[in-house]
């Protein structure tokens, strides 16, 4: 028997990108383990991701290519060859692109994060064709504009760091859940004294282990940064120094704020007015006392209308305090752009012949449903899938469903199961998992560039999606060099070696050694030097002006919520977050058996009054419903969900569901103030007992 310890990497949408040791027993991987010597996996895996392998060898992987034979939707497949297969996509997209190319689109997001099996050759393959391009918005869009506008780019406070904060704000993220190896550190932060603050409209896993948990109506984040600014420029809790040498615009804020007193804060974001001023004065004191204090911002406070203005706010608070001037304090949203990655040479945007129109990803119900128009352009007749499971995760999904079900749709699906979306496919193609193919990795929550190695070899008929696009262009007559390049060739292109940060950069021994960090300062801002136009944190921002936003922080209300839309609030009056599961990673691992059996059923979370009000009583099923859809979950009544707000914990494949259907039914399509983002959870539904 042969043994070998493989090195690779999560692939997975998460802040963490761990740092894997797959251990293989004669061609079959056994076991997956955290690097115990990785700097922030250290040792420790969640328990999706130990559970890899259960994944991979899963009864239900997709091992050979298919072609539908049911109904779209049904589910019903033929095992056919890879060359008929290619052959028939060829031919269907050749014929649509000698009308018009753009009626071709390709929807992709974060099933793997590698920059190999992500946007590389897919990329080139489309941008060579001349497709319709996508808006990758569904995550992140809105908050890193907001961030770039106030510090500009998407860099902060090392993971690796927080341990040594005095005050760390976990704001609007669940790392319990969603960024374990962040939550080791403030958890060694707490044992050596810090104080935690979870803000947060419920009470998740981490808020129950903060010191505090303040509990802000979903959408009104931005309020409250800006009533913490009040209290703090009222009170002088500042740092004058920093503020008069690395800020633009203190004047203005100071007007700006004054009308946010604690009072008026308090009311628009539902707490009270001593959770108000007790966070600002905590927060600027324990910074006068020259402690490090810490803000982690996460993904939930910018799934709403005023989600960019929310993290743009929250983003301004660390220069009024000095918070900056210690390596563990200041703010981290995102650490993407800590890697200068190379995208012109991964994806060639210069084989794209002419300018293309873009469709926005959480748009896709909309755009699958809309007619050619001179604003819209040409009908969508075919869409290839990689990478995602939007018929589970696109919001307003009776509209994603319907527009997926269209007969005239070619659709071509690249996966490992047959999701919800899958079962739409044409033709289903199966792709490798992260233990079958080769990539390399930036991160979004540390500074490490990760190295994958394949430890097995595919199973089944399986192929990376580099391979689909390569044997897919060959058929279309590409002959551009870089459509012949291997896995290992793209990689060794991913970072762009004249930036300091990469300089040290060589594939080869990153695929040797697993990981490598990029070349970036400890305390990125302590000297000022923000990478913005201006070089200051921009309380006042011209590029805003520019954009037709508001130069200066503000508020901006939630599409929906009682106090922004009364008249929609009257039949619907709840408002609903569908934030990630524990035991799910978006929509993937929720057919793996021990993973939903843990998560148990979908659920809904509703405050005792608002159950009582509704004669619901816990364990009944629920319906849960406004004037775009509905779907069935179990009510769980509990005070963790704040009075006026249900929540339902996502994300779940509809048709392992008792009634096919999630919480997306319920979600819009409408976007955020910047980035085109979603809103997810700007959502006013009603909620009967079934
Ligand atoms: N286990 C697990 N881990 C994951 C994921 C997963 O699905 N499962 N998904 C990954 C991905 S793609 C992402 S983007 C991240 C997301 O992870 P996070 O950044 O943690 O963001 P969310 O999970 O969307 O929301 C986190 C918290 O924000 C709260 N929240 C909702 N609305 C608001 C609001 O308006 N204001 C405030 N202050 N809080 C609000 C929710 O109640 C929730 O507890 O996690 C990644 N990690
Ligand atoms: N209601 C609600 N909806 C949400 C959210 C929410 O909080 N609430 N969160 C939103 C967020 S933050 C995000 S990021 C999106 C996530 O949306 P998606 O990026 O679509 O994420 P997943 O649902 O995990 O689907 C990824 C799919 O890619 C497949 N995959 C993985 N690796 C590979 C590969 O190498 N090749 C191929 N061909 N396929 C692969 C997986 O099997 C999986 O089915 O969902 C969004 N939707
Ligand atoms: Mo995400």
Same mark, same amino acid.
């Not at 500042?238 to 503020?243: K, R, S, T």
């Not at 007749?381 to 319907?402: G, I, T």
């Not at 897919?472 to 004249?498: H, Y």
């Given at each position: 028997?042969?043994?070998?310890?493989?090195?690779?990497?999560?692939?997975?949408?998460?802040?963490?990108?761990?740092?894997?040791?797959?251990?293989?027993?004669?061609?079959?991987?056994?076991?997956?383990?955290?690097?115990?010597?990785?700097?922030?996996?250290?040792?420790?895996?969640?328990?999706?991701?130990?559970?890899?392998?259960?994944?991979?060898?899963?009864?239900?992987?997709l091992?050979?290519?298919?072609?539908?034979?049911?109904?779209?939707?049904?589910?019903?497949?033929?095992?056919?060859?890879?060359?008929?297969?290619?052959?028939?996509?060829?031919?269907?997209?050749?014929?649509?692109?000698?009308?018009?190319?753009?009626?071709?689109?390709?929807?992709?997001?974060?099933g793997?994060?590698?920059?190999?099996?992500?946007?590389?050759?897919?990329?080139?393959?489309?941008?060579?064709?001349?497709?319709?391009?996508?808006?990758?918005?569904?995550?992140?869009?809105?908050?890193?504009?907001?961030?770039?506008?106030?510090?500009?780019?998407?860099?902060?406070?090392?993971?690796?760091?927080?341990?040594?904060?005095?005050?760390?704000?976990?704001?609007?993220?669940?790392?319990?859940?969603?960024?374990?190896?962040?939550?080791?550190?403030?958890?060694?932060?707490?044992?050596?004294?810090?104080?935690?603050?979870?803000?947060?409209?419920?009470?998740?896993?981490?808020?129950?282990?903060?010191?505090?948990?303040?509990?802000?109506?979903?959408?009104?984040?931005?309020?409250?940064?800006?009533?913490?600014?009040?209290?703090?420029?009222?009170?002088?809790?500042?740092?004058?120094?920093?503020?008069?040498?690395?800020?633009?615009?203190?004047?203005?804020?100071?007007?700006?704020?004054?009308?946010?007193?604690?009072?008026?804060?308090?009311?628009?974001?539902?707490?009270?007015?001593?959770?108000?001023?007790?966070?600002?004065?905590?927060?600027?004191?324990?910074?006068?006392?020259?402690?490090?204090?810490?803000?982690?911002?996460?993904?939930?406070?910018?799934? #709403?209308? @005023?989600?960019?203005?929310?993290?743009? !706010?929250? +983003?301004?608070?660390?220069? =009024?305090?000095? &918070?900056?001037?210690?390596?563990?304090?200041?703010?981290?949203?995102?650490?993407?752009?800590?890697?200068?990655?190379?995208?012109?040479?991964?994806?060639?945007?210069?084989?794209?012949?002419?300018?293309?129109?873009?469709?926005?990803?959480?748009?896709?119900?909309?755009?699958?449903?809309?007619?050619?128009?001179?604003?819209?352009?040409?009908?969508?007749?075919?869409?290839?899938v990689y990478?995602?499971n939007?018929?589970?995760?696109?919001?307003?999904?009776?509209?994603?469903?319907?527009?997926?079900?269209?007969?005239?749709?070619?659709?071509?699906v690249l996966e490992h199961f047959q999701t919800?979306t899958a079962?739409?496919a044409?033709?289903l193609l199966p792709a490798?998992?992260?233990?079958?193919?080769?990539?390399?990795?930036? #991160?979004? @929550?540390?500074?490490?560039?990760?190295? !994958?190695? +394949?430890?097995?070899?595919? =199973?089944?008929? &399986?192929?990376?999606?580099?391979?689909?696009?390569?044997?897919?262009?060959?058929?279309?007559?590409?002959?551009?060099?870089?459509?012949?390049?291997?896995?290992?060739?793209?990689?060794?292109?991913?970072?762009?070696?004249?930036?300091?940060?990469?300089?040290?950069?060589?594939?080869?021994?990153?695929?040797?050694?697993?990981?490598?960090?990029?070349?970036?300062?400890?305390?990125?801002?302590?000297?000022?030097?923000?990478?913005?136009?201006?070089?200051?944190?921009?309380?006042?921002?011209?590029?805003?002006?520019?954009?037709?936003?508001?130069?200066?922080?503000?508020?901006?209300?939630?599409?929906?919520?009682?106090?922004?839309?009364?008249?929609?609030?009257?039949?619907?009056?709840?408002?609903?977050?569908?934030?990630?599961?524990?035991?799910?990673?978006?929509?993937?691992?929720? !057919?793996?058996?021990?993973?939903?059996?843990?998560?148990?059923?979908?659920?809904?979370?509703?405050?005792?009054?608002?159950?009582?009000?509704?004669?619901?009583?816990?364990?009944?099923?629920?319906?849960?419903?406004?004037?775009?859809?509905?779907?069935?979950?179990?009510?769980?009544?509990?005070?963790?969900?704040?009075?006026?707000?249900?929540?339902?914990?996502?994300?779940?494949?509809?048709?392992?569901?008792?009634?096919?259907?999630?919480?997306?039914?319920?979600?819009?399509?409408?976007?955020?103030?910047?980035?085109?983002?979603?809103?997810?959870?700007?959502?006013?539904?009603?909620?009967?007992?079934?």
């Amino acid at each position: 028997m042969t043994t070998s310890i493989v090195r690779a990497t999560c692939p997975h949408d998460c802040p963490d990108t761990c740092a894997l040791l797959v251990t293989v027993k004669d061609g079959v991987a056994t076991e997956v383990r955290g690097d115990p010597d990785h700097p922030t996996t250290a040792g420790v895996l969640c328990t999706k991701v130990s559970r890899y392998t259960e994944r991979t060898y899963h009864k239900d992987r997709l091992l050979y290519p298919m072609k539908r034979i049911g109904r779209k939707g049904e589910g019903k497949f033929e095992r056919i060859s890879w060359d008929e297969a290619l052959d028939t996509i060829a031919a269907r997209l050749k014929e649509i692109a000698a009308r018009n190319p753009q009626a071709i689109l390709p929807y992709s997001y974060c099933g793997t994060m590698g920059l190999v099996q992500g946007e590389s050759m897919a990329a080139r393959f489309f941008h060579k064709l001349g497709a319709s391009l996508l808006d990758r918005t569904i995550c992140s869009a809105a908050g890193g504009v907001g961030y770039k506008y106030s510090i500009g780019a998407r860099i902060g406070t090392d993971v690796e760091q927080f341990q040594n904060a005095k005050l760390i704000l976990i704001w609007g993220g669940n790392p319990i859940a969603s960024n374990l190896h962040f939550w080791m550190r403030a958890q060694e932060a707490k044992r050596r004294g810090a104080k935690l603050i979870a803000i947060d409209p419920y009470r998740s896993l981490t808020a129950e282990k903060c010191h505090q948990h303040i509990a802000p109506l979903p959408g009104t984040d931005a309020a409250l940064a800006l009533g913490m600014m009040h209290v703090l420029i009222a009170e002088n809790l500042l740092d004058e120094d920093y503020i008069a040498r690395h800020t633009l615009g203190f004047d203005q804020l100071r007007e700006r704020v004054r009308e946010w007193t604690p009072q008026r804060t308090a009311q628009t974001c539902g707490i009270t007015v001593e959770e108000v001023e007790q966070l600002a004065r905590e927060y600027g004191a324990s910074a006068r006392r020259g402690e490090p204090v810490a803000i982690r911002v996460n993904y939930g406070v910018q799934r #709403t209308h @005023g989600g960019g203005m929310a993290v743009r !706010n929250i +983003a301004c608070l660390p220069a =009024l305090v000095g &918070a900056w001037r210690h390596a563990a304090g200041g703010v981290q949203l995102s650490t993407s752009d800590a890697f200068p990655k190379n995208n012109q040479a991964l994806q060639r945007p210069d084989l794209l012949q002419g300018p293309s129109r873009t469709i926005n990803m959480i748009e896709i119900g909309n755009a699958l449903l809309h007619e050619a128009s001179p604003e819209f352009g040409p009908k969508i007749e075919a869409l290839v899938v990689y990478n995602s499971n939007p018929v589970a995760v696109a919001p307003e999904s009776p509209k994603v469903a319907q527009g997926f079900a269209r007969e005239d749709l070619f659709t071509v699906v690249l996966e490992h199961f047959q999701t919800d979306t899958a079962d739409h496919a044409d033709i289903l193609l199966p792709a490798t998992t992260q233990l079958e193919h080769v990539d390399i990795h930036t #991160t979004y @929550g540390h500074m490490y560039m990760m190295a !994958n190695n +394949a430890a097995i070899a595919p =199973l089944g008929e &399986a192929k990376p999606n580099t391979e689909v696009f390569r044997l897919l262009a060959a058929r279309m007559g590409f002959d551009d060099p870089c459509f012949k390049e291997s896995d290992d060739d793209i990689a060794a292109q991913a970072f762009n070696k004249d930036d300091v940060r990469a300089i040290h950069f060589d594939w080869d021994s990153l695929k040797q050694k697993g990981w490598q960090k990029v070349n970036m300062p400890e305390a990125p801002f302590a000297d000022g030097g923000f990478p913005t136009p201006s070089g200051k944190c921009e309380f006042y921002c011209e590029r805003m002006k520019a954009a037709g936003l508001d130069p200066l922080p503000a508020y901006v209300p939630p599409h929906e919520s009682l106090a922004s839309s009364p008249e929609l609030g009257k039949d619907y009056p709840l408002a609903m977050i569908s934030p990630p599961a524990r035991n799910f990673l978006n929509s993937t691992f929720v !057919n793996v058996e021990s993973l939903r059996n843990t998560e148990g059923e979908p659920h809904l979370d509703i405050h005792p009054l608002d159950a009582a009000h509704r004669g619901i009583e816990d364990g009944n099923p629920v319906r849960i419903f406004n004037a775009r859809g509905s779907f069935v979950a179990k009510a769980r009544v509990t005070e963790k969900a704040r009075q006026g707000l249900v929540v339902g914990l996502s994300i779940w494949w509809k048709k392992l569901t008792a009634d096919g259907k999630n919480a997306n039914e319920v979600t819009s399509q409408r976007t955020t103030d910047m980035g085109n983002g979603p809103t997810f959870y700007d959502v006013l539904v009603q909620v009967e007992k079934v």
